[in-house]
T-cell receptor
Framework: NAGVMQNPRHLVRRRGQEARLRCSPM?????VYWYRQLPEEGLKFMVY????????ESGMPKERFSAEFPKEGPSILRIQQVVRGDSAAYFC???????????FGDGTRLSIL | QKEVEQDPGPLSVPEGAIVSLNCTYS??????FMWYRQYSRKGPELLMY????GNKEDGRFTAQVDKSSKYISLFIRDSQPSDSATYLC?????????????FGKGTLLTVNP
């Protein structure tokens, strides 16, 4: 499968725990984007990364959320001390460069107990 | 006023009908326009990508952009039950944030056999 791979597909956490969401971009893509889809809301931009660099994190909550895209391995979206309001579908997209269309993975559905 | 407005539907049509899906936007800096299809529990799948005003056709799908009216449309001809999904419009400006997709909330379409 040459598409954007996200795992896990479903993640259940209790309040206060940490959530780690992983994204492997399409082959040949070095630009990664994370979006969040809250119930009854549209997809909202969170962060844009290139290898080892955060380009734009203007859509990320200032606290508890962080993202990385290391030289080797997948991009990681990390949510510390999760709260009920973090329950959402988190989608990763990738592109060849910032001018090319973004292709999405199937998302990680995060549920907070 | 939201940046992108999209009628959420739901829209139900018989098989073979012509479907018209629409979005309006308020930000005149938006220059690139996309339509994504999202099946339940899946990620958005890119259908059409357009830049200029006018029509772009791909098989049964036609994307139409009217920048003067800030209005975009997606037409589906000879609709099939497999077209049943949520359709998302998305757009990007041509400035420094040309990677940041702004989405409509999506229109839920059901094509009945």
């Amino acid at each position: 499968n040459a598409g954007v791979m996200q795992n896990p597909r479903h993640l259940v956490r209790r309040r206060g725990q940490e959530a780690r969401l992983r994204c492997s971009p399409m082959k040949g893509h070095s630009h990664v984007y994370w979006y969040r889809q809250l119930p009854e809301e549209g997809l909202k931009f969170m962060v844009y990364l290139q290898k080892e660099n955060i380009i734009d994190e203007s859509g990320m909550p200032k606290e508890r959320f962080s993202a990385e895209f290391p030289k080797e391995g997948p991009s990681i979206l990390r949510i510390q001390q999760v709260v009920r309001g973090d329950s959402a579908a988190y989608f990763c997209a990738s592109s060849q460069d910032s001018y090319q269309p973004q292709h999405f993975g199937d998302g990680t559905r995060l549920s907070i107990l | 006023q939201k940046e992108v407005e999209q009628d959420p539907g739901p829209l139900s049509v018989p098989e073979g009908a012509i479907v018209s899906l629409n979005c309006t936007y308020s930000n005149s800096a938006f220059q690139y326009f996309m339509w994504y299809r999202q099946y339940s529990r899946k990620g958005p799948e890119l259908l059409m990508y357009t830049y200029s005003s006018g029509n772009k056709e791909d098989g049964r799908f036609t994307a139409q952009v009217d920048k003067s009216s800030k209005y975009i449309s997606l037409f589906i001809r000879d609709s099939q039950p497999s077209d049943s999904a949520t359709y998302l419009c998305a757009m990007v400006d041509s400035g420094g944030s040309n990677y940041k997709l702004t989405f409509g909330k999506g229109t839920l379409l059901t094509v009945n056999p």
